[in-house]
């Protein structure tokens, strides 16, 4: 059973910059079949997905929000991480990170509790 | 991107009906198209991927249906623990996209 785990900050200052990673358990982030997301929650609002890894490095990113974000993947700690940079109060959320099955068809299978990341001074 | 519209955006029902939400794609995206659902505070829960493929271990009450732009989600005969919001979402083209939601209450 693949499970993931976000950490992080849960308070981030306007135009610093968000670090979270996930770790990940029962399954390895070098699988050739997965991507690792990111994906977030605004209160009250709908899922937007942030982008995703592979354990090669390769990456998509959301075009809304790709001049900001960095996904990383460390393969001895078996984690990803997300930064995303110049936050403002519209980046609040519950982020998510979740395992994507990416062989002929797509869909996240696995998902972290979520993590509540607040932007406030 | 590829915007999801479901309907409809709630509804009430009673255990033991049968629901059915619909999802509907701005573009075709075969059957790229997944269902969740979030009760609140958890995180997403797959229900079904590839427009009708049963999830391991998600009751088979559950069945999806549908290509190209629009698809369906039935329950069959609803439980207690079904009552959540259901979300589609297309995983055929990045940026995947999630529908808004439909959430289901007790009648």
């Known amino acids: 059973q693949v499970q993931l785990q976000e950490s992080g900050p849960g308070l981030v200052k306007p135009s610093e910059t968000l670090s979270l990673s996930c770790t990940v358990s029962g399954g390895s982030v070098s699988s050739d079949s997965s991507s690792w997301n990111w994906i977030r929650q605004a209160p009250g609002k709908g899922l937007e997905w942030i982008g995703y890894i592979y354990y090669t490095g390769t990456t998509n990113y959301n075009p809304s929000l790709k001049s900001r974000v960095t996904i990383s993947v460390d393969t001895s700690k078996n984690q990803f991480s997300l930064k995303l940079s110049s936050v403002t109060a519209a980046d609040t959320a519950v982020y998510y990170c979740?395992?994507?099955?990416?062989?002929?068809?797509?869909?996240?299978?696995?998902w972290g509790q979520g993590t509540l990341v607040t932007v406030s001074s | 991107d590829i915007q999801m519209t479901q309907s409809p955006s709630s509804l009430s029902a009673s255990v033991g009906d049968r629901v059915t939400i619909t999802c509907r794609a701005s573009q075709s995206i075969s059957n790229y198209l997944n269902w969740y659902h979030q009760k609140p505070g958890k995180a997403p829960k797959l229900l079904i991927y590839a427009s009708s493929s049963l999830q391991s271990g998600v009751p088979s009450r559950f069945s999806g249906s549908g290509s190209g732009t629009d698809f369906t989600l039935t329950i069959s005969s609803l439980q207690p623990e079904d009552f959540a919001t259901y979300l589609c979402?297309?995983?055929?083209?990045?940026?995947?996209?999630f529908g808004q939601g439909t959430k289901l209450g007790i009648k």
């Open positions: 979402q297309q995983s055929y083209s990045p940026p995947y996209t």
């Open positions: 979740a395992r994507q099955m990416a062989t002929m068809l797509y869909y996240l299978d696995y």
